[in-house]
């Protein structure tokens, strides 16, 4: 994983050196306000498509596990997880090396 400084606009970017080497989920729900703030954090900082967001509506374990808990940011390889509100920096240091 590496970040990167773009110089147009001073925000940071992430690129993969491997875009299977680690695995982060967005666990959110339609209609959540805090959702949609977690995924433009996340845009902001430059995840692009470096995580997959999951509806907890189309599982019912999911439903049981987070409830109103979301959203959720978690590294499905180490079992780490932030919820909101969290920060651009504690999101890349969930995929830091």
Same mark, same amino acid.
Request: with cysteine.
């Given at each position: 994983?590496? +970040?990167?400084?773009a110089a147009d /606009?001073g925000i940071l970017?992430?690129?993969?050196?491997?875009? $299977?080497?680690?695995? $982060?989920?967005? #666990?959110?729900?339609?209609?959540? =306000?805090?959702?949609?703030?977690?995924? !433009?954090?996340?845009?902001?900082?430059?995840? =692009?498509? !470096? #995580?997959?967001?999951?509806?907890?509506?189309?599982?019912?374990? $999911?439903?049981?596990? #987070? &409830? /109103? &808990?979301?959203?959720?940011?978690?590294?499905?390889?180490?079992?780490?997880?932030?919820? +909101?509100?969290?920060? !651009?920096? &504690?999101?890349?240091?969930?995929?830091?090396?």
């Open positions: 994983l590496h +970040w990167t400084r /606009n970017a992430v690129r993969l050196s491997d875009p $299977l080497a680690m695995s $982060l989920i967005l #666990y959110s729900r339609s209609d959540c =306000g805090l959702c949609d703030k977690a995924e !433009a954090l996340l845009a902001e900082a430059g995840f =692009g498509s !470096a #995580y997959e967001k999951v509806d907890i509506d189309t599982d019912p374990q $999911l439903q049981e596990r #987070y &409830q /109103n &808990q979301i959203p959720v940011l978690l590294n499905d390889q180490t079992g780490e997880k932030l919820a +909101w509100p969290f920060t !651009a920096s &504690q999101a890349r240091s969930l995929i830091d090396d």
